[in-house]
């Protein structure tokens, strides 16, 4: 028992401190995700998620609604792409899938604070990532491994 809480922790803890320890631009971090090994790829797609995360939670709130969009389509891509580098690694998968969820969290907190036009937006970003979470569990728990 003890061995799989170290093993389920150490990769988790991992992937956070990696995504704290820099705090670098987004733009950076764009810079960077093609670039980097792919088992690092999943916490650098996630943070990039993040940070675009709060973005538009203040682009929303000071009214610059057509940035705040982009913002959140950057939110969707970076986690498909995280998606993506953790199911072709089969590594940080639950990590991804966690961060995904509380995410889609925070964009349904943000589009009950939106004008009505605004909300479908959020909302075709939340199923996307609800979408996303689906496809990294049907991996995890798939009964082919490959």
Do not use: W
Request: glycine fraction near 2%; include cysteine; proline fraction near 2%.
């Amino acid at each position: 028992m003890r061995r799989l809480s170290i093993s389920v922790v150490l990769p988790a803890l991992a992937l956070t401190l990696c995504a704290a320890a820099k705090d670098e631009p987004v733009g950076e971090l764009k810079s960077r995700v093609e670039s980097v090994r792919a088992e690092d790829r999943p916490g650098i797609c996630i943070q990039i998620a993040h940070q675009q995360l709060l973005s538009a939670d203040k682009l929303y709130n000071d009214g610059h609604i057509e940035e705040a969009r982009a913002a959140v389509d950057d939110i969707v891509i970076y986690s498909e792409k995280a998606r993506d580098a953790a199911a072709q690694t089969r590594k940080h998968q639950k990590t991804v899938e966690i961060a995904v969820r509380k995410i889609s969290e925070k964009l349904r907190d943000i589009k009950r604070t939106l004008a009505f036009e605004d909300q479908s937006h959020v909302e075709q970003a939340i199923k996307r990532l609800e979408d996303i979470r689906t496809a990294l569990l049907k991996e995890m728990f798939s009964k082919e491994k490959k």
